[in-house]
């Protein structure tokens, strides 16, 4: 069953506008560079090389603890960050069931699946990295790369993902998209300024949110286009 353009006049997306890959966009901005700009800090993390001790030296100077800045930090929690993306998923699964979208719970169900993901990618590479934590944290490994901000960067992320092709308008997603960006950075900033993560722990874990998202649009698009055709 496809997409009827009545449908599609009030607003319901077409299996072509379900977050599809963005035509034109260089493939090397969203895989590649990620990609290398991720296995370059890995590098020098576990061998810490000068970057490392560049971070480790900016982070002593920028670190100072308040409940504000825990309260930041607190955005990247499952216990926050999961439930928006749950309430996202149902009510993208809803609105598409609704408007006769073809494969209506593929959206929802990738972005599931790849919040679930999230604790078999990090927690691998915290063991094997083992990195030490800030003073503030004491002793004690497993700080890179940062699970809160992965956690963050995936549940925010695949939602203003999900939504976007049902908004009417380009202000409404420019906003949703700011909104998006403003969570993962307040989160970021709350991490690093309590001193819970060194700022590399958290630009590695943007690095592999950016490939797992895009992973995510890639899965949607090509089933979703399978659908529409078959």
Known sequence: MSTSPDLHLKGAPTEQDTIPPVPGRPIFLLFGLPALLFALITWQVAAHGPLA?????????IVRPS???E?????????????VLAVVLVYVAVRA???????????????AVLMAAVP???VPLKELIARPGPPVMGPGTGFYPSGHTATAAIAYGAAALLLLPWLRTPYARRELVIVCLALNTLVAFGLIRCGFHWPLDVVAS????????????LVVARYGRGAAEG
């Open 53 to 61: 001790r560049v971070d480790e030296r900016l982070s002593g100077s």
């Open 206 to 217: 943007w690095c592999l949110s950016v490939i797992l998202l895009r992973l995510m649009v």
């Open 97 to 111: 069931h609704r408007a006769g979208t073809d494969r209506w719970w593929l959206p929802s169900l990738a972005a």
């Open 120 to 122: 078999a990618v990090i």
């Open 67 to 69: 409940r504000f800045y």
């Open 71 to 83: 309260l930041l930090a607190d955005l990247g929690n499952i216990t926050v960050a999961v439930p």
